[in-house]
Structures are given as structure tokens and as C-alpha cells.
């Protein structure tokens, strides 16, 4: 059973950019979430995409936007990045919308300048 | 709006026994999960209670008071390996945002030996 993969790790990126991010869900799980998690703090919610529709969403601006394929991978976009931007992105699945246990990926990390 | 509080860090010996307290204020609670991450990697999810009482899974119990709004992980005889941040979140439904799911700002546990 393959876990939740994400790619890049790292990257950097300046002010004004556009930036994509992907993940790859636990094999059999149809829902995943994306969060952003600043240094020492808890991760904040972005948003949840089940079976490729958007099943929720955190307190971001539109400039965040996502996608979920039909093999359930998904992609977290950000444009017009900004400073407060910097932070590591984590990716969770879980099957058929559950909420409550979540398996995440190990983040990309995404530095603004 | 949603809100947690949890204690931002904890010290114990190896041996000991640790409880991390959760007070959360949310609308439509459905459960609390508590998940750990060391430093450098990703969240890992631990346990999940929607009702009240106590769950224990190992070392680890959680336990909920729903009329409380209050819950905590209790971690026995602490190893070393231990050391991590712990979180609590909760799902509640956030109106026309759809569901949505709030992580405490973690408590950091430092286990001595």
C-alpha cells in the first residue's frame, strides 16, 4: 500500500509568483485535504476535494485554488504568492470523506522571497 | 467560529505520565482527533472520540466531554521517542463553507531521561 506522496519538497519561490503543488493520495482513499502549516503553529485547513469536487474550505483567500483528479491525485495553486505564504503545505487523505482520521503526506515546504 | 486551546508545551521524565488538555468552542461538534508530529515530518493520526469516555489505544487514551467541550490525550509511561507535538482538531460544519476542520496551535512534549 503506497502512502501519500508529494512533490517538490522544497521550493522556493519570490513575491508576485504562481506556484503549483501535488499529491498523490493513499491508494483507495477518494478524499484529500490540503493545509498550511506555519513554523510552530498547527496546521490551517485550505480545503477538502472529494470524488473532484470541493467538499469545504478554510478561511483563504481565492487566490488558493485546487484541483482533484479522476485518480483522486490533486494539485494546490497559489498565485500572486506572498511573504506570509512561506510555510509547509501538507496533504491528507482518507476515504469516502472522513474527516477524522487523515493520513499526511511529508509537506512540501515553500519558502516566498 | 471554531477555537481550541491547548497547553503550548510540556516536560516530563521517561517513565512518566503526560495529560494534554483540549478546550475547543465550535458549532455542530462532531468529534476530536489528536494527531503528533515529531519535527521534520508529517502529522500522524492517533485517535479519534465523537462520544463521550475514555479510548485507549496502547499508551495512548483520548477521552471527550462533549458538555464539557473538553478533552485530552493522555500519554503513559513516556519513552523518548515521545518527544513531538501533539494536536487536537475538531469538524464542525462551517455554514456555506461546507465542513471544516481546526487544528489546536499543538503542545510540544519534551521528554527527559
Known amino acids: 500500500e503506497t502512502g501519500v506522496t508529494q512533490s517538490p519538497t522544497h521550493l522556493i519561490k519570490t513575491r508576485g509568483q504562481q506556484v503549483t503543488l501535488r499529491c498523490s493520495s493513499q491508494?483507495?482513499?477518494?478524499?484529500v485535504s490540503w493545509y498550511q502549516q506555519a513554523l510552530g503553529q498547527g496546521p490551517q485547513f485550505i480545503f477538502q476535494?472529494?470524488?473532484?469536487?470541493?467538499?469545504g474550505r478554510g478561511n483563504f483567500p481565492p487566490r488558493f485554488s485546487g484541483l482533484q483528479f479522476p485518480n483522486y491525485s490533486s494539485e494546490l495553486n497559489v498565485n500572486a504568492l506572498e511573504l506570509d505564504d512561506s510555510a509547509l503545505y501538507l496533504c491528507?487523505?482518507?476515504?469516502?470523506?472522513?474527516?477524522?482520521?487523515?493520513?499526511f503526506g511529508p509537506g512540501t515546504r515553500l519558502t516566498v522571497l | 467560529g471554531q477555537s481550541l486551546e491547548q497547553p503550548s508545551e510540556v516536560t516530563a521524565v521517561e517513565g512518566a505520565i503526560v495529560q494534554i488538555n483540549c478546550t475547543y468552542q465550535?458549532?455542530?461538534?462532531?468529534?476530536l482527533s489528536w494527531y503528533q508530529q515529531h519535527d521534520g515530518g508529517a502529522p500522524t493520526f492517533l485517535s479519534y472520540?465523537?462520544?463521550?469516555g475514555l479510548e485507549e489505544t496502547g499508551r495512548f487514551s483520548s477521552f471527550l466531554s462533549r458538555s464539557d467541550s473538553y478533552g485530552y490525550l493522555l500519554l503513559q509511561e513516556l519513552q523518548m521517542k515521545d518527544s513531538a507535538s501533539y494536536f487536537c482538531?475538531?469538524?464542525?460544519?462551517?455554514?456555506?463553507?461546507?465542513?471544516?476542520?481546526?487544528f489546536g496551535g499543538g503542545t510540544r512534549v519534551l521528554v527527559k531521561p
Open positions: 491528507a487523505s482518507s476515504p469516502n470523506r472522513d474527516w477524522n482520521t487523515q493520513y
Open positions: 491508494s483507495g482513499h477518494n478524499t
Open positions: 476535494y472529494y470524488r473532484e469536487e470541493e467538499n
Open positions: 465550535t458549532s455542530g461538534f462532531y468529534g
Open positions: 472520540n465523537a462520544l463521550d
Open positions: 482538531a475538531v469538524r464542525d460544519h462551517g455554514g456555506a463553507a461546507g465542513n471544516k476542520l481546526t
